[in-house]
């Protein structure tokens, strides 16, 4: 078994790092740049940086806070939110990123993904899901677009299942039921995409105790763990994290 990754993920507006619940009501936690160094420190495994309203605001991901956050760290970094074509993923690789997340704009053109894989390598991608319960699709989970606020009526483990078809490298699933909540993962959500692909799933979306982290790991299947509100405010360190899997048996970087 590989090495389960921790991977703190920065939410950004406005130039800063912002935390909500199930999407909305945004609190400030921070420069991202301190943000950044901070967790290099502390042992994050990987960084996520999420320019959430670029989408709703109809822009691009903003290149000057991915140049800053990208000259600070040597972890791998993920960055989404406007990457809507090939030309736009070079742009944030070539200003520092490491990989890519696509939502919205891969759910318009599933094309993207292939052409992505094919001229970047698939380790460079990664498509992010968010979802919501509605027992009207074959699995339970209906796909939402537009940072949350769309759903496109579209069954979201299916779609996970043509993402790994059309290449991708990572699969970040986040349950809108969950976001932010501090009430755990979504268990359910993510075991269901982990069972449906065989690419590395992301656990998203409402970590509040160490063990959520470990049941994310156990019973949901995924290998890297994402969490914001826990380590933007303090609750607990990245080494506590690791320490707490560690003792039960599951393979970290310490």
């Known amino acids: 078994m590989e090495a389960i990754k921790i991977m703190p993920c920065l939410d950004m507006k406005d130039g800063r790092v912002v935390k909500g619940v199930h999407f909305v009501d945004i609190r400030d936690a921070g420069d991202p740049v301190e943000n950044a160094q901070f ?62 997340s696509m939502n919205s704009a891969a759910v318009k053109n599933p094309k993207l993904i ?33 940072g949350g606020t769309l759903p496109v009526g579209k069954d979201a483990i299916e779609w996970a299942k043509t993402c790994e078809d059309l290449g991708v490298g990572v699969i970040l ?22 069972d449906a692909v065989k690419v590395p799933v992301v656990a ?33 360190s990245i080494r506590q994290v690791k320490e707490y899997l560690k003792d039960r048996g599951i393979k970290v970087k310490l």
Do not use: C, Q
């Open 39 to 100: 967790y290099e420190k502390e042992g994050a495994d990987e960084l996520a940086m999420l320019d959430i309203a670029a989408t709703l605001e109809n822009r691009k991901t903003r290149l000057e806070w991915v140049k800053a956050v990208s000259s600070v760290i040597t972890i791998p970094l993920t960055v989404g939110g406007g990457i809507n074509s090939l030309e736009d993923i070079e742009i944030v690789l070539l200003a520092g990123a490491d990989k890519v």
């Open 114 to 146: 292939k052409d992505a894989a094919e001229r970047f390598g698939s380790e460079k991608i990664t498509v992010a899901i968010d979802a919501r319960r509605n027992k009207k699709m074959p699995s339970g989970f209906e796909l939402v677009i537009a």
């Open 173 to 194: 699933p986040t349950s809108m039921d969950g976001d932010g909540t501090l009430a755990g993962y979504d268990i359910e959500f993510t075991k269901a995409i982990s």
């Open 204 to 236: 998203s979306g409402g970590a509040g105790k160490l063990e959520h982290f470990y049941d994310a790991v156990i019973k949901a299947g995924a290998s890297i763990l994402l969490a914001a509100s826990v380590f933007h405010f303090r609750t607990f």
